[in-house]
Every structure is written in structure tokens, then in C-alpha cells.
């Protein structure tokens, strides 16, 4: 064997073993073994809440939501006094990597026939120290119009577009991890300017009402330590 061949053989291996470290392989879950829809609080405050199906989250056997998500919970809380109505959609996957990421509700949201009319970002305000970074969607239909506040959650990393998405999913696979994530998605039939703030008060009220273990798989752990130490 020549130097070349033996230089241009270390050099594959090199690569290989390069290739091997590279590919993530230690996988992280902030659920681990819990089910989700134990971690939620049904009812807290004056809000009621009943399972419900979504159009937007069809979850059958063979669909593409079947893969990505392996926990999906929907529910419609009621306010009895006030009477309106807040519809949650939790949906966890297990694994998320180039094959299997979450969807982003500003591209559902087309693919179901609806147009967004706003499409933003904001921070929801947890306490005076924690913010959760979403965003804020007003999406119309054909017979009517919906408000919108959702985040997601890939790993530890809370991106507020699908480019923070995928350099944040770059980071994770950099650090060798796979991680869970969640998409938390809050609705209301109202288009009108005030849906938005009565949504972002009713996702403080749900977080200040959830126990860390559940805050931990909504917000991340740091977000949720936080909210511990500031609550004891």
C-alpha cells in the first residue's frame, strides 16, 4: 500500500467517525414519561374545559399529525360568568429532527383554506421576570374569523419563526441531541381587537395554574425554575 492510498484511507475513516460524532444520538425528553393530558389542569379560576376534536390537528392512523405528534390534547375552556370560550391544542412529539418537526400554525392555517390577516410576533408576560416568546395570528375563513396565540417549544429553545426553528434544531443536532417538542396553540372565535389580550390572559392564568412538572413541557426548564422560585 502507497502513502496516497494509505493517507486517503485514514482520511475516510476520518470522516466517518467525524460523521458518526456529528449525528445526534442522545435523546431528551421534558415530558419523559408523563402524559400530557395529566400535566394540564382541566378546570382552575372561573375556566371549564371538555375534550374536543380540532379540524387543524387530524391525528388518524397513517396521517403525517400521527407521526409528528405522539400526544395530542384539545380541549374548549368556558368561562361560565363571562361566557366565552378558549380552544387548546397541545400537541407533543416524541422526536424532533430533519425527518420529524413540529408545524407551524402560519402554514396550517393556509393549507386549510383560511387567510391570515395578521401574522406577528409578541412576548407573553408570565410574571415580571418570565416572557414566552409566540405569536399572534388572526386568521378568516369563508364564515368566520379566528384569533390566534401559540408558541412552540424544541428542547430547551422557544423559536418565534421557522428560522429560529430550524437554527435552533442546527444547535440541538451540533450538540448531538434529539429533542421533544410541543406546539401550544390557543384560539378563539373572535376577530376583534380584544381577543388577543383575554387570550394571553387566559395562557397566564392556565401556566400559573399548571405544576412545574407541566410548566416544564410547556415553557422549558428554565422558564419553569424561574416560575418556581418566584411563586415559593
Known sequence: MNRRALFAG???????????????????????????????????GAWTSEDVGDPLALNGPGTLSSKLYNQLVTRAYTDGPGGHQVLMLLAHGERQSDELQLHRPEVCYPAFGYVLLRNEPTQIRLDNAVTVPARLLLAQ????????????????????????????RFKNAVAGLIPDGILCRFSTADGTAQAWPGLEQFVHDLISATKPAGQRVLVGSERAA???RRQA
Open 10 to 44: 485514514a482520511a475516510c475513516v476520518g470522516a466517518a467517525l467525524l460523521a458518526r460524532q456529528l449525528k445526534p444520538h442522545h435523546y431528551v425528553s421534558l415530558l419523559q414519561s408523563a402524559k400530557l393530558d395529566d400535566l394540564i389542569p382541566r378546570s382552575f
Open 141 to 168: 375563513s369563508s364564515d368566520h374569523e379566528e384569533s390566534v396565540v401559540y408558541w412552540t417549544r424544541l428542547g430547551e429553545y422557544l423559536p418565534i419563526d421557522a428560522t429560529e426553528q430550524r437554527g435552533y
Open 226 to 228: 424561574q416560575l418556581g
